[in-house]
């Protein structure tokens, strides 16, 4: 790899490829099609180098580095209407690396579901769990803990694991009581609770250890796994904004006419300065993310003619669906009373130096409280009572993850924080959540509404979500160390009732910073989506979209390792057709 600080260092190459963001699937992109020698690959990032921010590298420390910080582009949303009106922080990495720079290193798969519904919707069954499974697998690069205190021991299925990939996962381990109370939790209450050897079979049901995207006591990224090991034709560009993907014509030249030939980037350095634009000799790829993926397009032109026309941008394709069908998950955090120890309560000075000495100790560790819950409501449950439609994918699919830690003392009472997820907005048709511009200028926030809890049934898989959380922190084995909510206390000293829980998911529930879907994937000829299932944008020519927006429906878990996935099978495609 090379880097360039500025427009002006680039040498004077004609890149065949030229990749705007070099975020979590941009970093795959640029790399795959690096392994093909006589190619060259600019990568344009926005953003600074990951190796020019410490606590990048240090597991303990991702929550220095994330909203309000310079390695974030600090995204308000609009007021939430289900949430009391309430605007809600939305980060995303302005980095090297993207979100897998800053984000918080859990490593879950999702259920093979997703895949195969992702597969049906697209009609396309190369997005299927079979096919995808071995792109899964492609990516990952299977680590053990270089503290030889942290055994990964029967944390884990290696069958389902590859050790050859690029991306560095472990199961890390850490001592504390609760380990057990969860174990022994899975025996007593194995219906709701079973125990889940491993979380990323593709079957995500029952409590299991939890898995990062770490590797020796360090964050494992794309920037780390994938950029900084790419070849010398790699080429990328930082501290530069892709303004607009504009029209070229046959000669390469730009072009006032329509031939959608979208192989040409616009970029600046600040607001005030110069442009400077970049033509690449086979095809731009976008993989700027779920937010600013859908602005680029909208700022090219590209989007829903009336939209655009009522910010003056001139419209050259008109796609309704530039934007829209965004969705994200809905979580809400809890406070319960506890005599279990801290977790988070080490010396930090001590800890900082023990991670600089060999990587190891408290720090090298994402997480202190490894294990994640996944629960599959039955059909019979509360939330489908009056008939509302099961939005998993299938059997295969929970309804809510179980997030638990730390344990911390807050006003004097050490609580243990457990947070619920509802991981599947209700179907297709409630998928308010939208990006669009607020103004013509690439500098100004676009408009990010999540339109969380739009449908009843969400609100009910949440409370479901609570009421199967009460139930495991009420069993024989966590009562004997966890007593009631602290956090909200409920006015009845015991529990909250359904309406009180209402009240608070209104003032309290945020989404879960996985968001996908606003430049979705349809079908091949369908008169819906943003690209094509070959990732390429419709309706144009040169331009392809690779990035978490393309993914039709949230999977049942954390984001980025679907978004790997898809990078590396994207980049199989993008190879097959030259
Ligand atoms: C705080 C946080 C915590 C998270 N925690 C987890 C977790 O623990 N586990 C998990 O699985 N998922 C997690 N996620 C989600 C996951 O990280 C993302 O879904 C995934 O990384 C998105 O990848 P991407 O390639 O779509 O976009 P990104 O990784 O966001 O990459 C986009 C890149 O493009 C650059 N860019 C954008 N616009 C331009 C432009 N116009 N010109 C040039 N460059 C541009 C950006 O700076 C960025 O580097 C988290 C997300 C956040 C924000």
């Not at 680039?10 to 975020?23: E, K, M, N, T």
């Not at 050859?164 to 007593?188: C, M, R, S």
């Amino acid at each position: 790899t090379q880097l360039f600080q500025h427009p002006t260092d680039l040498p004077a190459i004609d890149y065949d490829f030229i990749i705007v963001g070099g975020g979590t699937a941009g970093a795959v992109v640029a790399n795959r099609l690096g392994e093909t020698r006589d190619l060259n690959i600019l990568v344009i990032e926005a953003g600074l180098s990951n190796e020019d921010v410490f606590e990048v590298q240090v597991p303990g420390l991702s929550h220095n580095i994330g909203w309000g910080t310079i390695v974030d582009w600090n995204y308000t949303t609009a007021p939430q209407t289900n949430l009391n009106g309430r605007t809600l922080n939305y980060p995303r990495a302005k980095i090297l690396g993207g979100c897998s720079s800053h984000n918080d290193m859990v490593y879950t798969r999702g259920s093979k579901d997703d895949y195969n519904r992702w597969a049906t919707t697209t009609r396309d069954d190369n997005l299927g769990w079979n096919k995808i499974f071995s792109y899964i697998l492609k990516a990952e690069k299977w680590s053990t803990p270089n503290d030889p205190n942290l055994s990964e021991e029967g944390h884990f299925d290696p069958s389902v694991h590859n050790n050859n990939g690029k991306l560095g996962v472990t199961a890390p381990y850490f001592e504390h009581p609760i380990n057990d109370l969860f174990f022994n939790a899975t025996q007593e209450l194995g219906r709701e609770f079973p125990h889940l050897q491993d979380p990323n079979n593709g079957r995500p049901i029952g409590l299991g250890w939890g898995q990062a995207t770490t590797a020796h006591g360090l964050r494992s990224s794309s920037a780390t796994a994938y950029l900084a090991h790419a070849n010398d034709n790699v080429h990328i560009l930082l501290h530069s904004l892709v303004t607009r993907v504009l029209q070229v014509d046959a000669h390469g030249h730009s072009s006032d006419s329509s031939s959608h030939d979208f192989r040409k980037v616009e970029l600046a350095t600040s607001p005030n300065n110069s442009t400077w634009t970049l033509t690449a000799k086979k095809e731009v790829i976008i993989s700027a993310g779920m937010i600013n993926t859908p602005q680029l397009l909208l700022l090219s032109g590209i989007g829903p003619k009336d939209e655009l026309e009522a910010l003056g941008v001139e419209a050259y394709v008109d796609n309704p669906s530039v934007g829209k069908n965004f969705s994200d998950q809905a979580s809400i955090i809890f406070g319960f009373g506890t005599d279990l120890p801290a977790t988070d309560d080490f010396d930090q000075v001590t800890a900082l130096k023990q991670w600089k000495d060999d990587q190891t100790g408290p720090l090298a560790l994402a997480r202190h409280i490894p294990t994640i819950g996944w629960v599959r409501f039955p059909e019979d449950s509360e939330p489908f009572k009056d008939g509302s439609i099961d939005p998993t994918a299938g059997i295969n699919s929970p309804h809510v993850e179980l997030f638990f830690g730390p344990i911390e003392v807050f006003e004097g009472n050490s609580v243990f924080v457990a947070q619920v997820v509802n991981l599947h907005t209700t179907s297709r048709k409630y998928f308010r959540g939208s990006i669009t511009l607020a103004t013509s200028s690439p500098f100004d926030q676009p408009i990010v509404d999540p339109a969380l809890l739009t449908s009843p049934i969400d609100t009910a898989i949440l409370l479901e979500g609570f009421r199967s959380a009460e139930r495991l922190l009420s069993s024989e084995t966590f009562s004997k160390h966890v007593s009631g909510l602290i956090v909200p206390l409920p006015s009845s000293g015991k529990t909250l009732t359904d309406d009180e829980y209402i009240q608070y998911l209104k003032t309290n529930a945020s989404h879960w910073g996985h968001g996908v879907g606003s430049c979705s994937m349809g079908p091949e000829g369908a008169s819906w989506g943003v690209v094509d299932p070959n990732f390429r944008v419709r309706s144009v020519k040169g331009l392809r979209i690779v990035d978490a927006s393309v993914i039709p429906f949230v999977p049942s878990g954390h984001t980025q390792a679907a978004v790997y996935a898809l990078a590396e099978w994207a980049s199989e495609v993008i190879k097959r057709s030259y």
